[in-house]
C-alpha cells in the first residue's frame, strides 16, 4: 500500500513556475513507476509525464515538453513536478500517481492516487 500526497499547488501569473511535490508512504516507494496526471472539470484525467522506478526512463506529454521537469529521490520517497513557462491551460488539479509497472512511454496505468493540488495560472 501506498498513500500518496501532493504540495505545492498555487496561484500563479503566465510565464510564472511552480514546482509540486509528492510524498509517499512505505518503504517501496522505488519500486514503482511515479507520474503525474492533470484534471479540469469535465474533462478526462490528462497523463502528463512519468518516470521509472530508477528514473531511467521519463515520459512527457507534447504540451508540456521543454517546460516541465519529472524528477525523483527514492531516499526521500518523493517526486517532483517542477512546472516553468506556465500558460493558462496548465491551469487543473495535479494528481500524483504510482504504478507497478510502468515503462517510460506514455501508457501509465496507475495503481494509486493522491488527494490533488490546483494549479491555476492566471493570464
Known amino acids: 500500500q501506498v498513500q500518496l500526497v501532493e504540495s505545492g499547488g498555487g496561484l500563479v501569473q503566465a510565464g510564472g513556475s511552480l514546482r509540486l511535490s509528492c510524498a509517499a508512504s512505505?518503504?517501496?516507494?522505488?519500486?514503482?513507476?511515479m507520474g503525474w496526471f492533470r484534471q479540469t472539470p469535465g474533462r478526462k484525467r490528462e497523463f502528463v509525464t512519468g518516470?521509472?522506478?530508477?528514473?531511467?526512463?521519463?515520459y512527457y506529454t507534447d504540451s508540456v515538453k521543454g517546460r516541465f521537469t519529472i524528477s525523483r529521490d527514492n531516499a526521500k520517497n518523493t517526486v517532483w513536478l517542477q512546472m516553468n513557462s506556465l500558460k493558462p491551460e496548465d491551469t487543473a488539479v495535479y494528481y500524483c500517481?504510482?504504478?507497478?509497472?510502468?515503462?517510460?512511454?506514455?501508457?501509465?496505468?496507475?495503481?494509486?492516487w493522491g488527494q490533488g493540488t490546483q494549479v491555476t495560472v492566471s493570464s
Open positions: 500517481a504510482a504504478a507497478t509497472y510502468y515503462s517510460g512511454t506514455s501508457y501509465f496505468k496507475s495503481n494509486y
Open positions: 518516470i521509472t522506478r530508477t528514473g531511467s526512463f521519463i
Open positions: 512505505g518503504r517501496t516507494f522505488s519500486s514503482y513507476g
